[in-house]
């Protein structure tokens, strides 16, 4: 079992920065890859970065250039710094993380105002 708890969120202006952290719980050492997903009001949950063990990253179109994902290298704390923030990018932002099985966070709500 995994547990999962972030935090970070909250309201900004458009052109402003949050980092979020995601902090991992329990069998930590079976963690593979972690991951940050996304969803607005009437969306779909959507990737929006993610790392595994190894370091390698991937990220959605959206937000490549603009927000970076870190961290794993101890599996135990990942965090997503997010720059240049967009009104598109309002939703409520979840931590996953990959073992033979997936675990989520309970969320934090991103809210970016025009």
């Known amino acids: 079992q995994v547990q999962l708890v972030e935090s970070g969120g909250g309201l900004v202006q458009a052109g402003g920065s949050l980092r979020l952290s995601c902090v991992a719980s329990g069998s930590i050492f079976s963690i593979n890859a972690m991951g940050w997903y996304r969803q607005a009001p009437g969306k779909q949950r959507e990737l929006v970065a993610h790392?595994?063990?190894?370091?390698?990253?991937n990220y959605a179109d959206s937000v490549k250039g603009r927000f970076t994902i870190s961290g794993l290298n101890a599996k135990n704390t990942v965090y997503l710094q997010m720059n240049s923030l967009k009104p598109e990018d309002t939703a409520v932002y979840y931590c996953?993380?990959?073992?033979?099985?997936?675990?989520w966070g309970q969320g934090t709500q991103v809210t970016v105002s025009s």
């Open positions: 996953n993380a990959e073992t033979p099985w997936k675990y």
């Open positions: 790392i595994t063990s190894g370091g390698t990253t």
